[in-house]
C-alpha cells in the first residue's frame, strides 16, 4: 500500500503482483517457467476450517534434518490474491534448502482488520505443529512476506497479541522478513485499504511502526531482513522500509536492510522467478539471512 493514492489501476496491480510481463495471465507465464526437479509441493493443505485457509508447502529435493521455514504472504492491498499464483516464491526458496509455506488467507470485503492476522497466526501455528514431518529446525523458523503481506508479518513478529492465542511468542522465531511493506501508513487514502482498516477509526496500534517506537520491554531478540525499491513509487520506500529500520536499530534489533535498483514495488518479489533473476539479487539476499541464522 501507499501513503499517496494512485490510480486504482496501479494500486490494485501493485499490491499483488504487477503485470511483469505485458500479455495475459503473466503470473501463469512466470510460474511456467519454474523447474519441477528442484522441490517436492504439498499442495491445497489445510490449516483452518475456513476456505480461505489453505496453503501449499514447497519442500527441498534432499531428505535432509535442519532445514530453515519461511511462512510466506503475499501481497495484494488485502483484497486479492491467491497463494497459486505464488509458486515462483516457494519454488525459489526451496531450491535453496529452506521449506517454504506459502499461505492464503481471508481478504476485504469478506473481512477486515485484524481477521489476516488471526489468520496469519493460525497459519504459522499449524506450519510448526507439522515442522518435525519436513526435518525443520524450530531455531530457524522465519516468516516473509511481501507489501501487504509483509505487513502481516511485521504485525505477528511486534505485536505478542496475535500469536499469544496460539502459545507461541514472537520470540520464538529466528527473524522476519519484509519487502516492499507498508509499516506506517496512516493516514489512510485509498478508498480499498480504508474499508480494510476501518477508517478513520484506525487503531494506532494497527501500524508495525507503532510497535517499535512504544515504550515498555525489550523487543523480540530475533533479526530482520527489509528490502524495497529503490524506486517504489506505491509504497514510499523511505518512510516505510528505512524508517522502520531505523526505529528498530534504535531499539536494539538485529535489523539489516537495503533498497534495490534496477527493480520496482512489484519486480522485487519478481525478481525470485527464475527469467527476473538478474534484475536485483533479492534471492541471494534472502537466502544469505536465513543462512545466518544456523547455529
Not at 504439498?42 to 485457509?53: E, I, K, T, V
Not at 529500520?245 to 538485529?254: D, E, I, K, N, S
Request: charged share 20%.
Amino acid at each position: 500500500m501507499e501513503a499517496q493514492d494512485p490510480p486504482r489501476r496501479h494500486w490494485i496491480a501493485g499490491l499483488g503482483l504487477l503485470p511483469l510481463l505485458q500479455a495475459c495471465s503473466p503470473l501463469r507465464l512466470i510460474n511456467a517457467t519454474v523447474p519441477d526437479d528442484t522441490h517436492r509441493l504439498q499442495a491445497d493443505l489445510a490449516y483452518g476450517a475456513l476456505p480461505r485457509q489453505r496453503s501449499d508447502v514447497y519442500l527441498p529435493g534432499p531428505a535432509a534434518t535442519g532445514r530453515p521455514l519461511v511462512v510466506f504472504f503475499y501481497g495484494g492491498s488485502w483484497q486479492n490474491g491467491s497463494r497459486k499464483n505464488y509458486r515462483f516464491v516457494g519454488e525459489a526458496l526451496a531450491s535453496r534448502g529452506i521449506v517454504t509455506v506459502v499461505a492464503d488467507y481471508r481478504l476485504s470485503p469478506e473481512v477486515r482488520y485484524p481477521a489476516f492476522l488471526e489468520d496469519s497466526a493460525l497459519a504459522l501455528r499449524w506450519a510448526l505443529a507439522q515442522a518435525d514431518g519436513w526435518n525443520v529446525d524450530n531455531r530457524r523458523v522465519y516468516l516473509m512476506g511481501h507489501s501487504a503481506g509483509a505487513y502481516n508479518a511485521a504485525m505477528l513478529a511486534l505485536d505478542p497479541r496475535w500469536l499469544a492465542p496460539h502459545s507461541l511468542n514472537p520470540a520464538g522465531l529466528a527473524g522476519w522478513i519484509g519487502l516492499a511493506g507498508p509499516y506506517d501508513f496512516l493516514p489512510i487514502r485509498a478508498a480499498g485499504v480504508r474499508r480494510v482498516f476501518g477508517w478513520p477509526d484506525t487503531p494506532a496500534d494497527s501500524q508495525p511502526l507503532f510497535h517499535v517506537r512504544r515504550p515498555g520491554p525489550a523487543l523480540p531478540p530475533h533479526r530482520v531482513l527489509l528490502l524495497a525499491a529503490r524506486q517504489d513509487r506505491l509504497v514510499d520506500p523511505q518512510r516505510n522500509t528505512v524508517g522502520l529500520a531505523q526505529a528498530l536499530g534504535q531499539r536494539g534489533v538485529a535489523v539489516e536492510s537495503e533498497l534495490l535498483d534496477g527493480v520496482g514495488h512489484a519486480t522485487l518479489i519478481g525478481a525470485l522467478a527464475p527469467p527476473l533473476r538478474d534484475r536485483a539479487p533479492v534471492l541471494e539476499r534472502l537466502t544469505g539471512f536465513v543462512a545466518g541464522s544456523r547455529a
